[in-house]
Each structure stands twice: as structure tokens, then as C-alpha cells.
């Protein structure tokens, strides 16, 4: 059975509900160790929880909502 979630607004189908924060990070187009993912309560909701370490395995639920923050090094121009 397929679980369903949505990253930055995009919708991503799973094999399982268990997956690494790491592969959600990526799939909201980041990358692991400059962004942290957060939990949101539904489609723009408030922030429920923020999960900052890419190894780690997260319980996820269909129609489950999460977002990324920026939090790397900022490059100047």
C-alpha cells in the first residue's frame, strides 16, 4: 500500500511509511545537511515539529505535509 505526502506543496507517493528525513529534504529539492524539514498541521498549517538530522527514519501518514527551511552556510556574491 502506497502512502501518500506532500513536500513544498508537491505530491510524492511511497512504498512505505517509514523514509529517512534526508529523502524528504531531497525531494522538496534540498539538500541534506543545508535544510531541515518541517511538519506542517495540513497545507500551509503551522509548523508541528522540525526534524533537523537527515539519518534519521520518521513515521509518515497519508496526506502528511512537510516543508523545508534553509539552514546552510549563506555564500556571498
Known amino acids: 500500500m502506497k502512502t501518500t505526502i506532500f513536500?513544498?506543496?508537491g505530491k510524492?507517493?511511497?512504498?512505505?511509511?517509514?523514509v529517512k528525513v534526508g529523502?524528504?529534504?531531497?525531494?522538496?529539492?534540498?539538500?541534506s545537511g543545508e535544510y531541515e524539514l518541517q511538519k506542517r498541521k495540513g497545507n500551509q498549517g503551522s509548523?508541528?515539529?522540525t526534524?533537523?538530522?537527515p539519518e534519521q527514519?520518521?513515521?509518515?501518514?497519508?496526506?502528511?505535509?512537510?516543508?523545508t527551511r534553509f539552514t546552510g552556510p549563506i555564500n556571498p556574491a
Do not use: A, C, P, Y
Not at 12 to 18: A, I, R
Open 7 to 9: 513536500v513544498n506543496g
Open 51 to 53: 526534524f533537523k538530522d
Open 23 to 31: 529523502t524528504l529534504i531531497e525531494f522538496g529539492g534540498g539538500n
Open 12 to 18: 510524492h507517493e511511497l512504498d512505505s511509511n517509514q
Open 57 to 67: 527514519v520518521i513515521e509518515v501518514k497519508n496526506g502528511d505535509h512537510f516543508t
Open 47 to 49: 509548523v508541528e515539529q
